[in-house]
DNA sequence: GTGGGGGAG
DNA sequence: CGTTCTCCCCCAC
């Protein structure tokens, strides 16, 4: 059953002197160990491959985790920042890539950018939307541009709307810097969307039509996603009756309530004089309350999205698109937002052992339920006026494939973020691994032969070098 | 809370 | 590769 997994053995050339105690190197070492455990298990107990990179920080780590993909993981090695004139690895790393290809640098603001260096300001440089601008700019040239810094660039990348701080970030990014934090995987998203795009729509007919596609599988991407479904708990329960299974109630529950719809067109661009179409991705939206019967389990989702078209959405678009006719849409997106947490536990431990977070529930969502259709409950002084009630057997259609995307977990082990100066290469290291073996606890855990200390497989390593040491 | 801008994958 | 679809965060009002 346990598979053998290997455990790091760095192969480490670094270009200056290497002092073993120097806290960065362990720390990368530490994440390079970690980030080996890590793809290991996801390979062993999921089947899927990953690529990670190990650095200090989000940028540096998720920029040099694109080196040996598919299957294989990069550590940034020091130096990070050098004291002589020389060039450090960060430096060199982050100098040679498109400004663009930074993350949090996207297609506006490295337009600006590009603009600046060029010294083509106004000109109508049309850059490609998509795909690799005309005109390359490197970071390199960026962060050399006469007079540039933080301040300087937060004139040039201001504008309506933009972060405060922007220039600062920016300037931080093309230096190898950055704070933001690793955030924990939520268990429900913010907001759930569906859209599509039309080469013509100019109609309230077909826009009603469309509205109702959009509406039916939003409704479905809600049971799909917000719902919480113990069918599977309840059916292994009774596994060796399976009709009794069948006929039990079903005890599905929202997870969350999004609060809010919205209704969002693009229209496309009245074409130039010309004959031309400028090319516009702008988009408008309105939103409004959610309207509470879209949260029942008793009617079939095409009602409720029915309902949902006429009651909500439809009364949106006239305020989107007061006009009767002159409008033609290239998109339309139907999106709920603003979710609020069936089962909100405060302090730590978000997000993981969903498994017994519900004990509150029955009073979060007791304002919503209803326990049987015949007996409405009394004294609710709540605006809801639909309900919600415990369903039983049928399964309606939902449960299209949704696809598992495999996740990630990045580490942070603290922040260097050292803005530097100065050339070199060779600072990808591509790490390689022996086996060798371990007392096994249990799935994450093993015991050390000679105290007993127990810790995850990772750290053994290392853990076996600090009782070798002295 | 609403509507828009910018970005990632 | 370019395009589409979905999701995220931030801001001004």
């Keep these: 059953m346990r598979k053998p997994i290997s455990v790091p053995a760095l192969a480490v050339s670094y270009h200056t002197p290497s002092n073993p105690t120097d806290p960065l190197r362990l720390r990368l070492l530490l ?5 080996q455990h890590v793809r290991g298990k996801l390979e062993t107990d999921k089947g899927f491959t990953c690529t990670v990179g190990i650095s200090t920080n989000k940028l540096l780590s998720k920029l040099v985790g694109n080196s040996h993909k598919p299957k294989d993981q990069t550590t940034l090695v020091p130096p990070y920042t050098t004291s002589d004139g020389t060039t450090d690895n960060v430096t060199s790393f982050l100098d040679g890539h498109e400004v663009g290809k930074i993350p949090g640098i996207g297609f506006k603001l490295a337009h600006k950018l ?16 998509y795909g690799s601008p005309k005109e390359n700019v490197l970071v390199s040239q960026v962060r050399q541009a006469p007079g540039l810094g933080a301040d300087a660039l937060e004139k040039i990348l201001v504008s309506p709307g933009t972060p405060h701080g922007i220039g600062a970030k920016i300037w931080g990014l093309l230096n190898g810097s950055d704070d933001s934090e690793v955030g924990r995987a939520r268990d429900v998203p913010r907001q759930i969307s569906i859209e599509d795009s039309y080469m013509r729509l100019d109609t309230l007919d077909q826009v009603t039509k469309e509205l109702l596609v959009l509406s039916k599988s939003l ?8 719902l919480d479904d113990e069918d599977d708990v309840i059916k292994a329960y009774a596994f060796d009756d399976v009709e009794a299974a069948a006929s039990k109630p079903i005890s599905k529950r929202w997870l969350a309530f999004p609060k809010t719809v919205r209704l969002s067109t693009r229209p496309r661009p009245p074409l ?12 408008i939206s309105r939103s409004a309350p959610m309207p509470n019967f879209v949260f029942s389990l008793k009617e079939t989702v095409d009602s409720l999205a029915k309902r949902l078209v006429v009651e909500t959405f439809l009364p949106l678009f006239k305020k989107l698109h007061p006009e009767k006719t002159g409008w033609d849409l290239s998109l339309v997106n139907v999106a709920v937002t603003n979710m609020v947490d069936a089962a909100s536990e405060k302090g730590g431990g978000v ?15 007791r304002q919503w339920t209803v326990y049987d259709t015949s007996v409405p409950i ?3 002084k709540s605006e809801h006026d639909t309900e919600m009630a415990e369903r039983v057997g049928d399964e309606g259609e939902l449960g299209g494939a949704r696809s598992a995307t495999p996740k990630v977990a990045e580490v942070k082990m603290g922040s260097e973020d050292i803005p530097t ?9 591509e790490d390689r691994w022996e086996s060798e073996d371990e007392d096994m606890i249990d799935d994450d855990s093993y015991r050390c032969d ?4 127990i810790m995850p497989i990772f750290a053994m390593g290392a853990h076996a070098r600090w009782h070798a040491q002295d």
């Design 450 to 453: 000679e105290c007993d200390a």
């Design 351 to 365: 997000g993981r052992d969903i498994g017994k977070m519900f004990k509150r529930q029955d009073d979060v969502l």
């Design 114 to 129: 590009r603009a600046h260096v060029l010294q083509r300001r106004a000109d109508s440089d049309a850059d490609l939307v």
């Design 272 to 283: 130039n004089p010309d004959g031309s179409r400028n090319r516009s991705f702008a988009r």
């Design 219 to 226: 409704l479905k991407r809600m049971h799909a996603d917000l």
């Design 421 to 429: 100066p100065s050339q070199e290469e060779g600072f990808l290291l």
């Design 378 to 380: 009394s004294g609710q």
């Design 31 to 35: 994440g390079s160990h970690f980030a």
